[in-house]
């Protein structure tokens, strides 16, 4: 079974960045479609970025957020800048087995493994 485990989070002033991490178990990771997701309280989970041999984004992060990441040592990256109050969430990592024609990158019902969220609350 593929386990996720997420860092980073924290405090953070409006303007300021952050770095995630995701670490994963197995030796598939390279194979994976990997994501990072944030729930407001009150809110669904909403998608924030993905990356397999290319990357996407959400319009709210586009330009501010960059996913990364690193096969050789089964981590994803998510380098938070320009922190805004509404980026504050609990940030899930999340990693897709086999795309299909249908995968949009976007929806939390398309990912197989989820990691237990961290926490990134931004003060303004």
């Known amino acids: 079974q593929v386990q996720l485990v997420e860092s980073g989070g924290g405090l953070v002033q409006a303007g300021g960045s952050l770095r995630l991490s995701c670490a994963a178990s197995?030796?598939?990771?390279?194979?994976?479609?990997m994501g990072w997701f944030r729930q407001a309280p009150g809110k669904e989970r909403e998608f924030v970025a993905s990356?397999?041999?290319?990357?996407r984004y959400a319009d709210s992060v586009k330009g501010r957020f960059t996913i990364s990441r690193d096969n050789a040592k089964n981590t994803v990256y998510l380098q938070m800048n320009d922190h805004k109050p509404e980026d504050t969430a609990v940030y899930y990592c999340a990693a897709k087995r086999s795309p299909d024609y249908t995968f949009t990158y976007s929806r939390p019902a398309e990912y197989d493994y989820w990691g237990q969220g961290t926490q990134v609350t931004v003060s303004s």
């Open positions: 197995g030796r598939t990771f390279s194979s994976y479609t």
């Open positions: 990356i397999y041999w290319y990357t």
